[in-house]
């Protein structure tokens, strides 16, 4: 039973470039959460979706930022025109509903912008 | 929104000593997870546990959510033990997990 795979596992960009991050959740699970580690912080939600539908992007960047989940393949991450702010640990999980269910977290993303 | 103050911010130990990590959340949750997240920085889920008490080999786990904390007891630390212990809670009418800043733990040989 596969858990959540990410990819890739690191992604160097220049500044001004795109970085797509994909998250594929574990098998049966339709929720997916991305956050979002700064050096040296914790974690800090980004955005939750379910398949075809962003139900809270309320730690979302308002520019450059954004997130889907289509109803056929992985979730992806896109970051327009990265700076080098943007270089951090990006982590996406899984659970199977929303509400009161574990999250399961992929082994994480770390973009490094040059 | 919750707030999720974890203690101490970092513990150095012997090999082989036992230690108490706390997390204090400020209001009730429906979903709390401890975290170890080892220095190659991958996460690793150590317990779900939004009340009760839960045990895993050398790991265990107590949350009282009537008095809002939570505690995560190691019993005879290794070397691989090292790493950071975040503390995650969510609740209310939002599913998103608040994450703590996380005791850094040290244990040496």
């Known amino acids: 039973n596969a858990g959540v795979m990410q990819n890739p596992r690191h992604l160097v960009r220049r500044r001004g470039q795109e970085a797509r991050l994909r998250c594929s959740p574990m098998?049966?699970?339709?929720?997916v959460y991305w956050y979002r580690q700064l050096p040296e912080e914790g974690l800090k939600f980004m955005v939750y979706?379910?398949?075809?539908?962003?139900?809270?992007e309320s730690g979302m960047p308002k520019e450059r930022f954004s997130a889907e989940f289509p109803k056929e393949g992985p979730s992806i991450l896109r970051i327009q025109q990265v700076v080098r702010g943007d270089s951090a640990a990006y982590f996406c999980?899984?659970?199977?509903?929303?509400?009161?269910?574990?999250?399961?977290f992929g082994p994480g993303t770390r973009l490094t912008v040059t | 929104g919750i707030q999720v103050e974890q203690s101490p911010p970092d513990l150095i130990l012997q090999e082989g000593a036992n230690s108490t990590l706390r997390c204090n959340f400020s209001?009730?949750?429906?979903?709390l997870q401890w975290f170890h997240q080892n220095p190659w920085g991958q996460l690793i889920n150590l317990f779900y546990?939004?009340?009760g008490t839960k045990q895993n080999g050398r790991l265990s786990a107590t949350t009282v959510a009537t008095e809002r904390y939570s505690l995560l007891y190691i019993s005879s630390s290794q070397t691989t033990d090292s790493g950071v212990y975040f503390c995650?809670?969510?609740?209310?009418?939002?599913?998103?997990?608040?994450f703590g800043t996380g005791t850094r733990l040290q244990v040496f040989p």
């Open positions: 999980a899984s659970s199977p509903s929303g509400g009161a269910y574990e999250q399961y």
């Open positions: 098998k049966g699970h339709s929720h």
């Open positions: 979706l379910q398949k075809e539908n962003i139900i809270d």
């Open positions: 209001d009730s949750v429906n979903n």
């Open positions: 546990i939004p009340s």
């Open positions: 995650a809670a969510g609740g209310g009418n939002t599913d998103k997990l608040i």
